[in-house]
């Protein structure tokens, strides 16, 4: 049974940090593609950053320089660093695992909350 758990989410002042994991069992984590995605109340989700599976990163442009990805292949899990976080970084935070080739098999976490206060 596949299961993406994310935690690290929370309640943080602007300007804080905040490191959000990505913990998976399952899939082979080497062959899978990762990323976090976020969703806002009343908005559609967004990307925030992807790290492929062999360590090629991508980031949403309004995270860039703040956000950092990163995995570790010996511990099957994703992270995002969160640093100088603004209240507009407000959402649901989901981690995606997407197999690098075929038949690309996608699967998602349930997210966790991160609400940046100002």
């Known amino acids: 049974q596949v299961q993406l758990v994310e935690s690290g989410g929370g309640l943080v002042q602007a300007g804080g940090s905040l490191r959000l994991s990505c913990a998976t069992s399952?899939?082979?984590?080497?062959?899978?593609?990762m990323g976090w995605y976020r969703q806002a109340p009343g908005k559609q989700r967004e990307l925030v950053a992807t790290i492929t599976s062999d360590g090629g990163i991508n980031y949403g442009d309004s995270v860039k320089g703040r956000f950092t990805i990163s995995r570790d292949n010996t511990k099957n899990a994703a992270y995002l660093q969160m640093n100088s976080l603004k209240p507009e970084d407000t959402a649901v935070y989901y981690c995606?695992?997407?197999?690098?080739?075929?038949?690309?098999?996608?699967?998602w976490g349930q997210g966790t909350q991160v609400t940046v206060s100002s």
């Open positions: 995606d695992a997407k197999e690098r080739s075929w038949p690309r098999r996608d699967y």
């Open positions: 399952g899939i082979i984590f080497s062959v899978y593609d």
